[in-house]
């Protein structure tokens, strides 16, 4: 059973950085992995993911701002932000699955508890 947690949250002020992590256990090396996103008051959506060969995909309203990575090692998933803006307040999410279709546009497996970012 896969378990994930996510960390890296924070309060930060507009144009800033914040990296969030996600560690994942019991976690096999051929897996999806991806950071999703919620507002309040709005729909979840993906924000990026990235393979088992580490090839990415982001969501239009970050591309050139964060940068999805993951460390098979060490079982953990990354997410550096950068140019922080109020729109990108929500909770965070990391997800995993077997199948990018499945996690992208469908619903993930594995889900870790969020990490709360706002951007003021």
């Known amino acids: 059973h896969v378990q994930l947690v996510e960390s890296g949250g924070g309060s930060v002020e507009a144009g800033g950085s914040l990296k969030l992590s996600c560690v994942a256990s019991n976690l096999t090396i051929r897996t999806v992995m991806g950071w999703f996103r919620q507002a309040p008051g709005k729909e979840r959506e993906g924000v990026a993911a990235?393979?088992?060969?580490?090839?990415?995909t982001y969501a239009d309203s970050v591309k050139g701002r964060f940068s999805i990575s993951r460390d098979n090692a060490k079982n953990t998933l990354y997410l550096q932000m950068n140019s922080l803006s109020s729109e990108d307040t929500a909770m965070y999410y990391c997800?995993?699955?077997?199948?990018?279709?499945?996690?992208?546009?469908?619903?993930?497996?594995?889900w870790g508890q969020g990490t709360q970012v706002t951007v003021s």
């Open positions: 990235i393979d088992s060969d580490r090839t990415t």
């Open positions: 997800a995993v699955d077997r199948s990018f279709l499945t996690l992208w546009f469908k619903n993930a497996t594995y």
